[in-house]
């Protein structure tokens, strides 16, 4: 490796797009604050094709670095090398499965700091993969963990994970409240809340979270995707657990989303830009039809990267909307136990659905341009899977969202959005849950409704304050700036202190 590969920052995301991205734009925002670092993002070989297409579009002095993994040795489907069209149990088995990169991340960091002569090199590693911290000691280099979740979000999962809080009331199926360690007396959790993976965790299971999460806390720092300001009480509750520094240098969306009103102004392509995905016909037809719509009416829909809902919820769902007469875009994939890249079957909607809601509704299949969906004025609220990039993505746009927890550590964000922020109604959590059309389109008429004084006028001035905030932080001497220069300061002088 050349001698300009002095001050290396190698990257270790886990394998899904929610966590892919977020790494992604932290190695953009590392280099915009100081472009004398070198960064290299390692991964299985299909995510690196993936994250090669994304900064072809986006001139960068990013590395790539292809770790080999083949993920039917693991019972995966072959070429499953990240979570998209996986199960939920599937989806286990992958984070199991991470653990098998161990051995190339290894060669590779010993390749690195013997090449470069010094070790002046770091690792970032998700919070995911937090063995890559026993990788950094046995070379004598610094270790940070980055959490692409949210502040509360996080010290829920990594509380809940190590202590089992609710353990005793799950046997029961009892719904009763408990207090999860950390958390204030008066945040009570309930086991709906708990996702499906904790509810039904195995020993294995158990000691794979347990040892992620316990190794990641040995590291010499969290980085954290949120704003100081923004995640109060989380912040509160994640510091007190994590014990070391923790830098607040969210929202990794973008720059060009942080200026306010894009307006009808979205023909940049930044979801392509972002991700490699190429929606360039979507984006078309997704800007005219809201061009065609008066401001704040639209409800966007979508369920992140990796999650669809079952058939009986989606016919729901339809109707809801149908029954709401509101205005929507629906981003929508093949229902759960059908192949999530497959072909859209009529039948999984209300016969003549798509017909009668003409205007009404723009269905876009598979994947859509969300960031510029969420930045335009038409769009007035989001009904979606509360993944904390999607929060992020809303909330810096001021759109409250409906929330419909599915996965992962979705419910805690669910629940501090509506406990902590106001600017969320939850509609129903997880995939097994049932939902009526009448729940539907209450819901959504509850939160685009106009009415002076009312709850759907609440969220969105709350949302709005939320967005300035967010949009602010990452200004100059503003906190998320201040926070990334704070990192970068003491990544550099980890550097030194590991060379004496
Ligand atoms: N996304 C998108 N188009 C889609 C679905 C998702 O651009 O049709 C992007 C979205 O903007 C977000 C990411 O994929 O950045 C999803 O991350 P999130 O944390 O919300 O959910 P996950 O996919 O991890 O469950």
Same mark, same amino acid.
């Given at each position: 490796?050349?001698?300009?590969?002095?001050?290396?920052?190698?990257?270790?995301?886990?394998?899904?797009?929610?966590?892919?991205?977020?790494?992604?734009?932290?190695?953009?925002?590392?280099?915009?604050?100081?472009?004398?670092?070198?960064?290299?993002?390692?991964?299985?070989?299909?995510?690196?094709?993936?994250?090669?297409?994304?900064?072809?579009?986006?001139?960068?002095?990013?590395?790539?670095?292809?770790?080999?993994?083949?993920?039917?040795?693991?019972?995966?489907?072959?070429?499953?090398?990240?979570?998209?069209?996986?199960?939920?149990?599937?989806?286990?088995?992958?984070?199991?499965?991470?653990?098998?990169?161990?051995?190339?991340?290894?060669?590779?960091?010993?390749?690195?700091?013997?090449?470069?002569?010094?070790?002046?090199?770091?690792?970032?590693?998700?919070?995911?993969?937090?063995?890559?911290?026993?990788?950094?000691?046995?070379?004598?280099?610094?270790?940070?963990?980055?959490?692409?979740?949210?502040?509360?979000?996080?010290?829920?999962?990594?509380?809940?994970?190590?202590?089992?809080?609710?353990?005793?009331?799950?046997?029961?199926?009892?719904?009763?409240?408990?207090?999860?360690?950390?958390?204030?007396?008066?945040?009570?959790?309930?086991?709906?809340?708990?996702?499906?993976?904790?509810?039904?965790?195995?020993?294995?299971?158990?000691?794979?979270?347990?040892?992620?999460?316990?190794?990641?806390?040995?590291?010499?720092?969290?980085?954290?995707?949120?704003?100081?300001?923004?995640?109060?009480?989380?912040?509160?509750?994640?510091?007190?657990?994590?014990?070391?520094?923790?830098?607040?240098?969210?929202?990794?969306?973008?720059?060009?989303?942080?200026?306010?009103?894009?307006?009808?102004?979205?023909?940049?392509?930044?979801?392509?830009?972002?991700?490699?995905?190429?929606?360039?016909?979507?984006?078309?037809?997704?800007?005219?039809?809201?061009?065609?719509?008066?401001?704040?009416?639209?409800?966007?829909?979508?369920?992140?990267?990796?999650?669809?809902?079952?058939?009986?919820?989606?016919?729901?769902?339809?109707?809801?909307?149908?029954?709401?007469?509101?205005?929507?875009?629906?981003?929508?994939?093949?229902?759960?136990?059908?192949?999530?890249?497959?072909?859209?079957?009529?039948?999984?909607?209300?016969?003549?659905?798509?017909?009668?809601? &003409?205007?009404? *509704?723009?269905?876009?299949?598979?994947? #859509?341009? @969300? /960031?510029?969906? !969420?930045?335009?004025? =038409?769009?007035?609220?989001?009904?979606?899977?509360?993944?904390?990039?999607?929060?992020?993505?809303?909330?810096?746009?001021?759109?409250?969202?409906?929330?419909?927890?599915?996965?992962?550590?979705?419910?805690?964000?669910?629940?501090?959005?509506?406990?902590?922020?106001?600017?969320?109604?939850?509609?129903?959590?997880?995939?097994?849950?049932?939902?009526?059309?009448?729940?539907?389109?209450?819901?959504?008429?509850?939160?685009?409704?106009?009415?002076? &004084?009312?709850? *759907?006028?609440?969220?969105?001035?709350? #949302?709005? @304050? /939320?967005?300035? !905030?967010?949009?602010? =932080?990452?200004?100059?001497?503003?906190?998320?700036?201040?926070?990334?220069?704070?990192?970068?300061?003491?990544?550099?002088?980890?550097?030194?202190?590991?060379?004496?």
């Amino acid at each position: 490796m050349e001698a300009m590969l002095s001050k290396h920052i190698i990257m270790l995301p886990f394998m899904a797009q929610g966590h892919l991205i977020p790494f992604l734009e932290l190695a953009h925002k590392i280099l915009d604050h100081n472009p004398n670092f070198t960064i290299t993002i390692a991964n299985t070989p299909l995510n690196i094709n993936y994250l090669g297409s994304a900064i072809a579009n986006r001139p960068s002095r990013i590395h790539l670095k292809s770790l080999s993994f083949n993920s039917s040795d693991h019972g995966l489907p072959p070429n499953s090398e990240n979570t998209d069209g996986l199960s939920s149990s599937q989806i286990v088995t992958l984070l199991h499965a991470s653990t098998a990169l161990e051995a190339p991340f290894r060669r590779f960091i010993s390749d690195v700091v013997s090449s470069e002569g010094s070790p002046r090199v770091c690792i970032i590693s998700d919070v995911f993969m937090g063995w890559a911290n026993g990788i950094a000691k046995s070379f004598g280099i610094f270790h940070y963990t980055f959490t692409t979740c949210g502040a509360y979000g996080t010290a829920a999962y990594c509380s809940i994970w190590l202590n089992f809080p609710h353990r005793n009331l799950v046997d029961g199926g009892s719904p009763e409240e408990f207090v999860v360690p950390g958390f204030p007396e008066s945040c009570r959790f309930t086991v709906m809340e708990l996702n499906q993976y904790v509810r039904a965790a195995d020993a294995k299971d158990e000691r794979f979270f347990q040892t992620q999460i316990s190794s990641s806390l040995e590291s010499n720092g969290w980085l954290c995707n949120t704003v100081e300001e923004v995640e109060t009480l989380g912040l509160e509750v994640l510091r007190n657990y994590v014990k070391l520094p923790v830098w607040c240098i969210g929202p990794l969306i973008p720059s060009k989303m942080l200026k306010k009103n894009l307006g009808s102004d979205t023909s940049s392509g930044i979801t392509a830009q972002r991700s490699g995905k190429q929606p360039g016909i979507q984006l078309k037809k997704c800007i005219e039809w809201l061009d065609s719509h008066p401001t704040g009416s639209v409800l966007y829909i979508s369920f992140g990267s990796q999650n669809t809902i079952s058939e009986t919820q989606m016919m729901e769902l339809a109707k809801g909307l149908e029954e709401s007469e509101k205005p929507f875009i629906w981003v929508i994939r093949p229902p759960i136990g059908f192949d999530l890249k497959g072909d859209f079957r009529p039948e999984w909607l209300p016969s003549g659905f798509e017909d009668r809601i &003409g205007k009404q *509704g723009l269905m876009v299949y598979e994947w #859509a341009p @969300q /960031l510029e969906i !969420l930045c335009h004025q =038409s769009t007035g609220a989001f009904l979606s899977h509360c993944g904390w990039n999607s929060v992020t993505e809303s909330l810096s746009q001021g759109v409250p969202l409906i929330g419909w927890p599915l996965a992962g550590e979705q419910a805690y964000n669910a629940k501090m959005l509506v406990e902590e922020m106001g600017v969320c109604v939850v509609l129903t959590r997880w995939v097994d849950s049932r939902i009526t059309k009448e729940e539907v389109s209450k819901v959504i008429n509850v939160v685009l409704d106009k009415i002076e &004084g009312g709850k *759907g006028e609440d969220m969105r001035k709350k #949302a709005i @304050q /939320l967005g300035e !905030l967010i949009r602010g =932080s990452v200004e100059i001497n503003r906190s998320s700036y201040i926070a990334m220069n704070d990192f970068l300061t003491t990544v550099l002088s980890g550097f030194k202190s590991v060379m004496v």
